[in-house]
């Protein structure tokens, strides 16, 4: 009796021993004409044992990378795609960066950081420091949304310059109630309120003159 533990190495498991016996058959042929054919008929049987490998993007690449790996990266064919060294394969994955947007930072949102590059990218001037006091107002109110506590502007502006990775800095400004944005939009809003006291006012004379 023959123990699996006595037959070749699976390089690919999920592909099973049938496939890796074709393989190794494959590599025995003499002619590389003959090499090819049967690599062609071994691609189209690995993607009947693994239809789920169709919804992925450059599957077929993929299934002859699978088959390089599976004849151990010594198979002389014409393969469509180039193969994979063994360098190539050990690598590891690249360390993935944390997103900046984590425990103080979440509740700001994606769009926050956004703008904030958009800001970096501005030229210095009035455009640039509107666009940073619109920014630190927006945290603010998400601040004082998502924690339902007030927050004070020092906490703001360091919570800016933070993520703004000290490239955005309003510590020049003693709050956001003296900021031009802030004056900007509450001079609109009171005039706007006057005109319609205003309005109101002047209907309210008219019907009494009546």
Known sequence: MEYNTQKTQLHMPEYGRIIQQLVERCKELPSKEERNEMAMAIIDFMGQRNPQLRDEENYKHKLWDHLFILADHDLDVDSPYPFPTKEQLSEKPKKMEYPKLQGDFKFYGKSILQLIEKAIELNSGDEKEALIEVIA????????????????????????KELSENRLDLTGIESLEKSKIYYTSNNRSNKNNNNNKNQSKKRHNYKNKK
């Not at 603010?140 to 004070?152: C, D, L, R």
């Not at 502007?153 to 800016?160: A, K, Q, S, T, Y």
Request: net charge positive; no cysteine.
């Open 137 to 160: 107002n927006n945290m603010k109110k998400s601040y004082n949304v998502y924690n339902k506590e007030h927050v004070t502007d020092d906490v703001i502006f360091r919570h800016l």
